[in-house]
């Protein structure tokens, strides 16, 4: 691979800065935007505010000579970002329409897994609540979930029979996420472990990347209720090459065969959102995109050329991924009352000399204003560090917290609990 491309990310998180700094380190790079970006990309990055619209955004790829685009959020994928610009012959990194209703639809995803058996919870659809409260009489702890898009905030785990219907008036009734809780799924609620396993696919290629766990839930101990995610790790021995040997067979086989068999194209990244109950793994979801806050700690894993990788992808060519020895652990730092209510606007302290060398800071809802650095939505910040193993790079992680302070910050302290239980067994 020669030349140098002028690469546009689209998108403004931890998820994004974490791809800007990766493909920063590569020799093929030539200009590097982000839309709409944040306070820590606008350091590395040109940003610029998303136009309304693709008609506008295509103008902005002309003018700046950009060679190709990488989304990072589900949105625009959903909405068609991909279809149009592949029409207008720019190269672009993500599934198309079709393929991003694995996300974009629980229905259409469940439904998918059905029929090419791809092992997942038993659920049921429905358009009417009433048929809906009568399925939840008898069911135990169900699982529901609206069928469209709703930012993280559509999956009830409900725990009872009052909170499952009270679930389905917001959703069905009250239409708190519009159209996207007309239809709903209810699931049986698994047992077991998360994981989480991104894959690049491009046609029948694909290549998994390490391994990883998130936090979904907001408080210590996975207590209370679920966020976009307050932290994550790589790699997760939960994931050993037995349960990888079976994701591969019993999960992305049968996906990807239904996808040629739907006559649904996927190029981009998959995101395996899996349940492990004593090795068995099952499907909880799909994203159709990196996840956040797993590619914080999957992208320092990575030894490949990030660029050459997305290039020779979506050449049709295996990406051949490696990866580094050791972890990675990232921490989630959110303002108070995250995933609930919660202030903007507060400035932020970083003490630099605090922060060793090796330690990563991914901004995620910042602005930068008067030369300040100011919080700007629930979750805030990402620290992130590598180490010999997950104890190293979790020491460095919380040691360098330390040096980070703004008012009412909140984190979790037990990232990456459940794999330093499973190493003292
Ligand atoms: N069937 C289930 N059994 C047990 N827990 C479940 C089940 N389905 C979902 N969950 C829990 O709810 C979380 C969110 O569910 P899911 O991943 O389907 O929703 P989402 O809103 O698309 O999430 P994301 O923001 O990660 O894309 C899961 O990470 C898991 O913790
Ligand atoms: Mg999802």
């Given at each position: ?67 190709l685009i990488i989304v990072g959020p589900e949105q625009p994928l959903a909405e068609g970002i991909t279809d149009y610009f592949e029409k207008e012959g720019v190269r672009i990194f993500g599934p198309g329409r079709k393929a991003a209703m694995l996300e974009g639809s629980k229905v259409f995803a469940k439904n998918f897994m059905k029929k090419y058996s791809v092992p997942t919870a038993d659920f049921e659809v429905f358009d009417d609540r009433k048929k809906a409260e009568e399925y939840l009489k008898a069911k135990k702890d169900p699982v ?282």
């Amino acid at each position: 691979m020669t030349g140098r491309y002028n690469v546009l990310v689209i998108g403004g998180g931890g998820r994004e800065h974490a791809l800007v700094w990766k493909l920063r380190q590569s020799p093929l790079l030539g200009k590097i935007f982000c839309a709409p970006g944040n306070g820590g990309i606008s350091a590395i990055a040109g940003t610029f505010s998303l136009p309304p619209g693709f008609a506008g955004l295509k103008k902005i790829v002309e003018e700046k000579d950009i060679d190709l685009i990488i989304v990072g959020p589900e949105q625009p994928l959903a909405e068609g970002i991909t279809d149009y610009f592949e029409k207008e012959g720019v190269r672009i990194f993500g599934p198309g329409r079709k393929a991003a209703m694995l996300e974009g639809s629980k229905v259409f995803a469940k439904n998918f897994m059905k029929k090419y058996s791809v092992p997942t919870a038993d659920f049921e659809v429905f358009d009417d609540r009433k048929k809906a409260e009568e399925y939840l009489k008898a069911k135990k702890d169900p699982v529901i979930k609206a069928d469209g898009l709703c930012a993280g905030k559509g999956v009830i785990l409900s725990g009872s029979f009052d909170e499952g219907s009270d679930a389905l008036k917001k959703f069905m009734e009250d239409r708190i996420f519009g159209a996207a809780g007309e239809r709903v799924v209810i699931e049986d609620r698994l047992k077991g472990e998360e994981a989480s396993i991104l894959v690049f696919v491009s046609g029948e290629n694909y290549s998994f990347m390490v391994p990883s766990q998130d936090h979904k839930a907001v408080y210590e101990g996975d207590k209370g209720p679920n966020t976009g995610g307050m932290g994550a790790y790589a790699p997760t021995s939960l994931v050993n090459d037995s349960v990888m040997k079976r994701i591969e067979d019993r999960i992305m086989k049968p996906v990807l065969g239904g996808l040629a068999s739907e006559g649904i194209g996927y190029s981009g990244v998959l995101y395996l959102g899996l349940m492990v109950e004593s090795g068995d793994p099952r499907v909880l979801e799909f994203n159709v995109r990196f996840g956040d806050p797993e590619t914080e700690v999957v992208l320092p894993m990575m030894k490949n050329d990030l660029l050459e990788a997305v290039l020779s992808l979506m050449n049709e060519e295996k990406a051949g991924l490696s990866w580094k020895g050791g972890a990675c652990l990232d921490v989630v730092l959110a303002s108070e009352g995250y995933p609930g209510e919660y202030k903007k606007g507060v400035k932020i302290d970083i003490r630099q000399d605090a922060i060793p060398e090796d330690v990563m800071i991914f901004h995620a809802g910042t602005v930068i204003k008067d030369g300040g650095i100011y919080t700007s939505g629930g979750r805030v910040l990402n620290v992130a560090a590598t180490g010999d193993d997950i104890e190293d790079a979790r020491e460095k992680v919380y040691g360098a917290l330390a040096g980070i302070n703004f008012e009412g910050m909140y984190y979790r302290g037990d990232i990456g609990w459940k794999e330093l239980l499973r190493k003292k067994r």
